[in-house]
């Protein structure tokens, strides 16, 4: 690997255990229209999937429908913030890293707001160069297109990015990616 210049961090799983949060909310966003899906589910068969993917799955196929439920998920995701959990040996290393001139992304197929407002209850939102949402890129993971998206911004090549993931599609784009990558485990 050449000097490292850019760390890329999958956000939902490798830098912040969301799993229960997430589950939560989608739960109840989506008993408020009638679709009963628990915990154990959720967890086993969805968590990771884009919510797309995920809504059309549980039954929700208009893009009306999707968007509603997509939003009150949003609306409901701070009442579970009590439950995330940041992976604090990554994240003291990625601002170690970062003292040393090492730009931080957040690089993750989750909602900006999403991510946005986890950052700010965990206090962490200043300790990012930059953010790449699902929403930033027309093909999302397993493509590596968020990954090379990033690089480009910050100017870099693969062999100077180092990648942490923790899902088989995200460790997918990443392995495609170029880039050194390393699987998290929370």
Not at 143 to 153: E, S, W
Request: aromatic letters at 10%.
């Amino acid at each position: 690997m050449a000097q490292l210049k850019l760390i890329l961090l999958d956000f939902d799983g490798t830098l912040v255990d969301t799993k229960d949060a997430n589950a939560g909310a989608y739960i109840e966003a989506l008993a408020e229209v009638g679709i009963t899906v628990n915990k154990e589910e959720y967890l086993d068969k969805y968590f990771g999937m884009r919510c797309i993917e995920f809504m059309r799955c549980v039954g929700l196929q208009s893009d009306d429908e999707i968007r509603a439920v997509r939003r009150r998920k949003i609306e409901l995701y701070p009442n579970y913030f009590h439950t995330v959990r940041l992976n604090i040996p990554l994240w003291e290393w990625c601002q170690m890293m970062r003292s040393l001139g090492a730009k931080v992304w957040i690089v993750s197929t989750g909602h900006i707001n999403n991510i946005t407002n986890v950052m700010r209850y965990l206090n962490i939102d200043d300790g990012v160069d930059g953010i790449i949402s699902g929403d930033d890129v027309e093909r999302p993971k397993p493509y590596p297109d968020c990954f090379l998206k990033a690089m480009d911004i910050v100017g870099v090549t693969p062999s100077e990015s180092i990648i942490f993931e923790d899902s088989v599609y995200g460790l997918q784009s990443a392995k495609d990616s170029g880039a050194t990558y390393v699987q998290i485990k929370m």
